[in-house]
Nanobody, 116 residues
Framework: QVQLVESGGGLMQAGGSLRLSCAAS????????MGWFRQAPGKERELVAT????????SYADSVKGRFTISRDNAKNTVYLQMNSLKPEDTAVYYC?????????WGQGTQVTVSS
């Protein structure tokens, strides 16, 4: 069992930056691929970024490429999402996900609101 707790969300003006954190419980954090997803009101949840177990491979949604950076610190059981040049369309609840094989865990989400 893995528990995920996101933090770092808030209200930001367009063009600003935020860094989200996702702290994981347990001693097997490095066994999991990690991802950030988001869900805006009235829309389906969508992939934002993923990072492999030891951080050697990352992927991004086209909408955030060049603006967002995913990283992880396995010693701290934490994954981060650095968000720069924020846009109003980035407004959403952001969720952290840990997954490997049949195991799939989600955090409770953190709200990010970007004003124009």
């Amino acid at each position: 069992q893995v528990q995920l707790v996101e933090s770092g969300g808030g209200l930001m003006q367009a063009g600003g930056s935020l860094r989200l954190s996702c702290a994981a419980s347990g001693r097997t954090f490095s066994s999991y691929n990690m991802g950030w997803f988001r869900q805006a009101p009235g829309k389906e949840r969508e992939l934002v970024a993923t990072i492999s177990r030891i951080g050697g491979s990352t992927s991004y949604a086209d909408s955030v490429k060049g603006r967002f950076t995913i990283s992880r610190d396995n010693a701290k059981n934490t994954v981060y999402l650095q968000m720069n040049s924020l846009k109003p369309e980035d407004t959403a609840v952001y969720y952290c996900r840990a997954y490997t094989g049949p195991y799939d865990y989600w955090g409770q989400g953190t709200q990010v609101t970007v004003s124009s």
